[in-house]
C-alpha cells in the first residue's frame, strides 16, 4: 500500500503562484508514475500533469507553460508548481501514483491506484 499526503493549497490572487506537495510513505518502491489531478465545483476529476518512471512529464492543455510537475525521489515528494494561476484552476487538487500501465493513460483517472485526500486551491480574480 502507498498513502499519499497533500499539502500546499490555499487561497491566492490571479496571476500568483502556489506550490503544492504530495509526501509519499509505504510501498514507494512499487510505484511508476505519479500525478496530479483536480475537481473543480460540479465537475468530474481530470487529471493536470504527471511524472513518469524516467522524469517523463505529460501536462493538460490547460496548464501546460503554466504548472510544473517535478519530484524528490529521495524525500519521495511529488511537487506541482503552478504559476500565473486563474479562477478557473479553483479546485481541489489530488495527489496520485500507480504501479504503471501504458503511459498514454497518464492522466486518465483510471489509471491510478492509490489517492491522496486532496488539497483545496481557490484563486480570485
Known amino acids: 500500500q502507498v498513502q499519499l499526503v497533500e499539502s500546499g493549497g490555499g487561497s491566492v490572487q490571479a496571476g500568483g503562484s502556489l506550490r503544492l506537495s504530495c509526501a509519499a510513505s509505504?510501498?514507494?518502491?512499487?510505484?511508476?508514475?505519479m500525478a496530479w489531478f483536480r475537481q473543480r465545483p460540479g465537475q468530474e476529476r481530470e487529471g493536470v500533469a504527471a511524472?513518469?518512471?524516467?522524469?517523463?512529464?505529460r501536462y493538460a492543455d490547460s496548464v501546460k507553460g503554466r504548472f510544473t510537475i517535478s519530484e524528490d525521489n529521495a524525500k519521495n515528494t511529488l511537487y506541482l508548481q503552478m504559476n500565473s494561476l486563474k479562477p478557473e484552476d479553483t479546485a481541489m487538487y489530488y495527489c496520485?501514483?500507480?504501479?504503471?500501465?501504458?503511459?498514454?493513460?497518464?492522466?486518465?483517472?483510471?489509471?491510478?491506484?492509490?489517492w491522496g485526500q486532496g488539497t483545496q486551491v481557490t484563486v480570485s480574480p
Open positions: 511524472i513518469g518512471s524516467y522524469g517523463s512529464t
Open positions: 496520485a501514483a500507480n504501479n504503471g500501465g501504458l503511459w498514454y493513460n497518464a492522466l486518465r483517472e483510471y489509471a491510478y491506484n492509490y
Open positions: 509505504g510501498s514507494t518502491s512499487s510505484t511508476s508514475w
